[in-house]
């Protein structure tokens, strides 16, 4: 079984920023789209950035501008460049990968947090 393991997350300040890695252990097939997600707590997880094969992207209204999603599709793996980090960022980040019919792959996720 491909497991995902996320790394990059830990402590800055407001308005630092953070890149966070996700790669995967194997070769992954029928990718559909690569994205993370985070979950703040009390909160419901949601999605943060996605990429598809196309390399078309799509980005949460709340990071637009300051977060970018990337891939390198030979190394199978993620990446999510966070500027302009706030502390409403704090979270624990996920990355997920959606494979056709098989379903999805969830990393173990990294903690993020952004001090005021």
């Known amino acids: 079984q491909v497991q995902l393991v996320e790394s990059g997350g830990g402590l800055v300040q407001a308005g630092g920023s953070l890149r966070l890695s996700c790669a995967a252990s194997g070769r992954i097939f029928n990718i559909m789209s690569m994205a993370w997600y985070r979950q703040a707590p009390g909160k419901q997880r949601e999605l943060v950035a996605r990429?598809?094969?196309?390399?078309?992207?799509t980005y949460a209204d709340s990071v637009k501008g300051r977060f970018t999603i990337s891939r390198d599709n030979a190394k199978n793996t993620v990446y999510l460049q966070m500027n302009g980090l706030k502390p409403e960022d704090t979270a624990v980040y996920y990355c997920?990968?959606?494979?056709?019919?098989?379903?999805?792959?969830w990393g173990q996720g990294t903690q993020v947090t952004v001090s005021s």
């Open positions: 990429i598809a094969t196309s390399g078309s992207t």
């Open positions: 997920m990968v959606s494979r056709l019919l098989v379903g999805d792959l």
